[in-house]
């Protein structure tokens, strides 16, 4: 085999993959926030922040509850259709998606007070959708230069495991280690009862091979199927003074819901498998499942400053999201190798293996989630308004933490080493913190964000408006990482993950008001990039990981309809 290949994708393959650690692009994921609400709030781009008087403005800035005059009910339905496109130089995969969404359902009430200083005191209940994780990505990558079997053969080289550490012997279950010992990373126990991995030499000392060799080539592929969503239940209070400054506050109750289905998958000719000398054909694939349900709650608090009558300036503080989380997680492989080399009897050369006996296994934990600054202005004419909002999220001050049992995990693990791991010369170990090494990943990997929002608005007749927006907002991945010049650390059997650059909106909308009712309708046009990595990518070898770029469109039509009275 190649010895040069397999050193390099141990250096690359320092991350440790254990069952239950989370990971720095997890936080990523979790903390993301969408283009959601009511269609005039969505047709400007979202800048509302000093506008107010919509259903919208409870989630974004309270001080918007303030403007209210009228009784609002309101509901928001949404048709999104997304188009993935994966590119491996040249070669396009294309996988579209189309999902109904409630956006926004709500109500407001106002209380009239008989004082110039205080005309009136608002209440508001909403359901807003935060966002959505609904995405599938799929694709090929052809002319593979390694395997993923050589990284699981890294990391299991670079946990120093032994034969007896990945089999089960003498009523010890790897998988479930009930005798205080070590635990080895649940994808070595994986790779080695699935032939991905071998070792060579003795049993207590061996050294591990991948099936990726000299004289090895094919191609991969891989389907990634997100689902879910961040639902928030906004409790507001808000009011008046003296028409000239209006304010509100939130109370937050937060949903989150995310599903992630992967597979990744190898077809190779030439491959080293349980010890053949390069001779086998190898079709493998790496299915994983991984959920994440909890809930949690924050507190937003806003002003509007209007100094004139055509000028006002709003400004609203988020507080982290505080949630208690469940995570659940699975992982099969399954396998065809031809010829079937020397696999034990009993092997078929169709087979399978999953972690933790089929079991799902689930552990609890806790999450913060940033801090968001909204800063907003907004010209108010008789016929025509211009706003705009900068928001600025603190990504860099995410942070895990165990529940307040300190360790709830089923399987016995006693030392905090087991859960995620690290190279010992490169890093020491708190062992008072279970995610300690995830929170300073977090801050290594992760950028505070910037979003801008402009919208317009013109009002043709008393009755009918049209309306257009913008909103941008920057990566939360620094370049380094996107630009393949960091190691980048996941956890459990999910070598596999996606890095997203800047994400633009393009939005227009119609507004139609007939008395007391009024119909709103828009048109968003959501355009993000990223790529995909199979694993992570060696920033010292010209020899990188599979990956692909992917291009995200989403095409949204947004129809409500409300009352106010």
Known sequence: MNKTLLTTLSILALTAVSASAQDALNAVTMSQQDLKGTARFMSMGGAFGALGGDLSTLSQNPAGIGVYRR????????????????????????????????????????????????????FGFTYNKGASFNRHVRGSIGSLQTSMTNYIAGVTQNDECTVPDLTTENNYDPYNPNDGGFAPAWISILGYDSYLISPEGTPDNPTWQGQFGRGTSGFGSFDYLEKGSIDEYNISLGGNIADVVYWGMDFDIIDMNYRLESLWGESLKGAYVNGSNGNTASDWDLYNYYK??????????????????????????????????????????????????????????????????????????????????????????????????????????????????????????????????????????????????????????????????????????????????????????????????????????????????????????????????????????????????????????????????????????????????
């Open 292 to 565: 994440v349900d909890g809930v949690g709650f924050n507190y937003k608090f806003g002003l509007i400053v209007k100094p004139i009558q055509e000028f006002r300036i709003g400004l609203a503080i988020h507080t982290p999201t505080w949630y208690h989380l469940t995570q659940d997680f699975y992982a099969n492989t399954t396998y065809s190798y031809a010829p079937n080399p020397g696999i034990g009897e009993g092997d078929v050369a169709r087979g399978g293996q999953e972690t933790n006996g089929g079991y799902t296994a689930t552990n609890s934990f806790k999450y913060k989630a940033p801090w968001r600054f909204i800063a907003s202005a907004a010209l108010v004419l008789p016929r025509f308004i211009l706003s705009a909002d900068y928001e600025w999220t603190s990504n860099r001050s995410m942070k895990y933490s165990y529940t307040d049992s300190y360790y709830d995990y089923d399987y016995g693990y006693d030392d905090w080493d087991d859960w995620y791991w690290k190279p010992a010369a490169t890093r020491s170990l708190d062992k008072n913190d279970p995610y300690y090494y995830t929170n300073s990943d977090i801050k290594e990997y992760t950028q505070n964000t910037s979003t801008l929002r402009v919208g317009a608005e013109f009002r043709v007749t008393p009755q009918f408006s049209v309306r257009a927006g913008y909103c941008y907002s920057s990566s939360p991945v620094k370049q380094k990482v996107r630009d393949n010049g960091m190691t980048v650390y996941t956890a459990g059997t999910r070598p596999e993950y996606i890095l997203q650059n800047s994400t633009n909106y393009v939005t227009c909308g119609l507004g139609y008001k007939y008395k007391k009712f009024y119909v709103d309708m828009a048109y968003v046009w959501k355009h993000r990039t990223g790529e995909y990595h199979a694993f992570t990518p060696d920033p010292t070898s010209s020899i990188q990981s599979p990956q692909s770029k992917l291009s995200m469109n989403n095409s949204q039509v947004v129809l409500t309809a409300g009352f106010k009275f």
């Open 71 to 122: 009784n609002d009910i309101g509901f928001t339905l949404n048709l999104d259709c997304q188009r993935a496109t994966a590119d491996d130089f040249g070669y396009k995969t294309t996988q579209d998606q189309t999902k109904f969404l409630l956006n926004n359902i709500g109500a407001v009430f106002t209380y009239r007070i008989d004082s110039d200083a205080c005309p009136n005191i608002n």
